[in-house]
């Protein structure tokens, strides 16, 4: 796991925060779960990382790429579980749709890890929206759009 706070720190480092997307300020970040949902490169991994950077403390928060090597040995449910009994209250996923069974595991997340705040983001709206388990209670979706012109 302490390859994954690496992982994080290093993007928390890179990620500029001198402007941010209009959904920003949108997002009701106190729910336990929500998705942020997107094309690729409309700035859904910069918002996670902005709002690590600017709300949270690395104490008890993690952020996450589905697509990390860690998870070809791990579960991101063993992961949550792992974190959370270690402290941990806010877990950032991205790109959940890449990770197989995703839904049930975020779902299983919600239900058995209260007061865990699990966030994700997901490139294919397709993938989201179909996935086995439903989330449609559990995690209100963020839709975000491409650039505007006067962004």
């Not at 920003?24 to 490169?41: A, E, F, S």
């Not at 069974?101 to 209260?114: A, C, F, I, T």
């Not at 699990?118 to 388990?133: N, Q």
Request: aromatic content about 14%.
């Amino acid at each position: 796991m302490e390859r994954l706070y690496e992982y994080m720190n290093r993007q928390l480092k890179s990620v500029n925060d001198e402007f941010h997307r209009y959904m920003y300020d949108k997002i009701n970040w106190d729910n336990r779960m929500l998705g942020l949902v997107g094309p690729r490169g409309v700035g859904k991994t910069t918002l996670f990382l902005q709002h690590i950077k600017e709300h949270h403390s690395t104490d008890d928060t993690l952020y996450v790429s589905a697509e990390h090597m860690y998870f070809a040995n791990h579960s991101l449910y063993g992961l949550a579980e792992e974190f959370f009994k270690n402290g941990g209250k806010y877990l950032f996923i991205d790109e959940v749709h890449k990770y197989e069974g995703w839904s049930r595991e975020l779902k299983l997340m919600y239900d058995s890890l209260p007061g865990l705040h699990v966030y994700f983001t997901g490139s294919s709206v397709l993938d989201i929206e179909k996935g086995e388990a439903d989330l449609s209670r559990r995690a209100p979706k963020y839709l975000m759009q491409g650039m505007s012109f006067r962004e």
